[in-house]
Structure formats: structure tokens, C-alpha cells
């Protein structure tokens, strides 16, 4: 039972935070061997668990990601931050030289201009993980080579319609959609009586805003318009938001039904 359950957490925690599961074994490894018996073991154990699992992630990891030609976006850097500091725990934060290079640029442009309350952020969530072309960031199957990341998009309050926000209405980034509105083309109905996943994401699409967050168009477009003229190779969204934000370069495409609905984030990618 025991080796079920190791082998169990090892599978989930490779497949959720992929270096995860490695940690794990080794931790489990050196405190059997070097660890004290005793009654308070299992919580102490746990707690080292932690420990290990954070200091290897935030300190050795990023090194050895850099040698393999991957750098961890920033968590406080200028302009840029996570949706969700699950992401960073989770090494799912991690992208090539060159798109390190391209959105951290992207973010300095667009966080150059103060507007009031703070800051205005580029607000990423799952890019990829840290090594091993080829290993995909679950559920994002493309997202396996550290050309991929997925951003969130702007919000204003509409509490205080003038003062800047760089919050996301969902708990996960994920799951809050912009829906087309009666005039727009809906892509989305489309896609969703041919595959019946499209709109899976609906499942995490928790909100933490109690409704006060509303679609920035004027800042998502001024998003999509500076990764327009990147090396970015391409640009997902819904078709009725490329429409909505007036945005009209051809590196703006539609993924395809059988991908999930991008009225709830945008795609980029250089191939
Ligand atoms: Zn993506």
C-alpha cells in the first residue's frame, strides 16, 4: 500500500509540477535513511517535505533550467507578475531565452505608463516547465517546449472605472469567459456542439471578484497590439474578441474546435 501511495504522488507530483516527483523520492529516500523514528515522524516528515520541495524549486531549479536554455519569468520584475503564485510553486512559469527576452520587454512597454492606484501589469499563467523538451505542462499539450505562454487579460473595477487594477476576476486565471455578446460571431457555439470539451475550463472558472471586475478592451488590446509587433509567431483568441478589440494582424488566429475556448485568456507562441 505504502508503495502505491509513493507511486501515486510521485505520478501526480511529476505530472503537476514536473520535478516535483523527483524531489519527492529523493526526500523520501535520505529520511528514511538518516531520519529519526519516533511518533511526531509523519508530521515532521511532511513539514521537510515542504521545505525541500521550496528550496529546490526557488533556488536550484532556476539554475539548472538556464543551463537547458529556460528561464523563470519574473514574479516581481517590472511591468509583469503571475496570475497566481501557484504557478511559480509549481515551476509552471518557465519559457525559452527568446520569449523570456520578448515579454519581458512587452512588459516594461506596457507597465511604463503610471496610470492611477499602481503599475499596470502584464499578468502571465501557465507557460512551461523547466526542463525536457517534449514534456507537456498539463493540460496545455503545446506547452512543451518553452515557446508557449498564456496571458491573462486586462481587468478595470468597476468600483473605481480610473483606477488601475492588475487583478483577474478567477481564482485560476482560467474558466472566466468574455462570451460573445448578440451582434459578435459566436465561434464558441460552434465549437462546442462538435466537441464537448471546448468549454472544459468552465470546471475552474471560480470567481474571487464578487463580480466587480470587468473586460479592459482599451488594455487587452494595447496587450495583443504589442505582441503584434514581437517575434511572436502567433496570437489565439475567440474570433469574436479579435473582432471586439479591433485587432487585425494575421499572426491573430482562431486554435481550432478542438482546442478550449480563448475568450478567458490569450495564447502566444513563437515556433
Ligand atoms: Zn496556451
Known amino acids: 500500500m505504502t508503495l502505491l501511495r509513493r507511486l501515486f504522488l510521485f505520478v501526480l507530483l511529476t505530472l503537476t509540477t514536473q520535478v516535483g516527483g523527483v524531489i519527492y523520492l529523493l526526500h523520501a529516500f535520505l529520511f528514511v535513511r538518516f531520519g529519526k523514528q519516533g511518533k511526531p515522524?509523519?508530521?515532521?516528515?511532511?513539514?521537510?517535505?515542504v521545505v525541500w520541495?521550496?528550496?529546490?524549486c526557488l533556488l536550484v531549479v532556476p539554475l539548472f533550467a538556464r543551463l537547458g536554455g529556460r528561464r523563470a519569468l519574473p514574479v516581481w520584475g517590472m511591468g509583469i507578475r503571475?496570475?497566481?503564485?501557484?504557478?511559480v510553486l509549481s515551476n509552471r512559469h518557465y519559457v525559452?531565452?527568446?520569449m523570456y527576452h520578448l515579454v519581458t520587454d512587452v512588459a516594461k512597454t506596457y507597465g511604463s505608463s503610471k496610470t492611477e492606484g499602481s503599475t499596470r501589469k502584464l499578468c502571465y499563467l501557465d507557460a512551461n516547465f523547466p526542463f525536457i523538451e517534449g514534456f507537456p505542462l498539463l493540460p496545455h499539450l503545446?506547452?512543451?517546449?518553452?515557446?508557449?505562454?498564456?496571458?491573462?487579460?486586462?481587468?478595470?473595477?468597476?468600483?473605481?472605472i480610473h483606477r488601475n487594477t492588475n487583478?483577474?476576476?478567477g481564482l485560476f486565471g482560467y474558466g472566466v469567459y468574455v462570451p460573445p455578446e448578440q451582434t459578435e460571431f459566436d465561434q464558441v457555439s460552434q465549437c462546442i456542439s462538435s466537441n464537448k470539451y471546448y468549454d472544459i475550463t468552465k470546471y475552474v472558472g471560480l470567481r474571487k471578484d464578487g463580480g466587480k471586475l470587468q473586460f479592459d478592451e482599451r488594455n487587452t488590446q494595447r496587450i495583443v497590439e504589442l505582441f503584434v509587433d514581437t517575434d511572436v509567431t502567433?496570437?489565439?483568441i475567440?474570433?469574436?474578441?479579435?473582432?471586439?478589440?479591433?485587432v487585425t494582424s494575421s499572426k491573430i488566429r482562431f486554435h481550432g474546435c478542438h482546442s478550449v475556448r480563448h475568450d478567458d485568456h490569450i495564447h502566444i507562441q513563437i515556433d
Open 41 to 49: 515522524k509523519k508530521l515532521k516528515r511532511r513539514i521537510s517535505f
Open 53 to 56: 520541495y521550496l528550496l529546490i
Open 82 to 87: 503571475p496570475q497566481n503564485v501557484i504557478t
Open 96 to 98: 525559452s531565452t527568446a
Open 142 to 160: 503545446s506547452h512543451d517546449d518553452g515557446n508557449k505562454l498564456d496571458l491573462a487579460f486586462h481587468y478595470y473595477n468597476t468600483n473605481n
Open 167 to 169: 487583478q483577474s476576476p
Open 234 to 236: 502567433k496570437i489565439f
Open 238 to 246: 475567440e474570433p469574436h474578441l479579435k473582432q471586439r478589440l479591433g
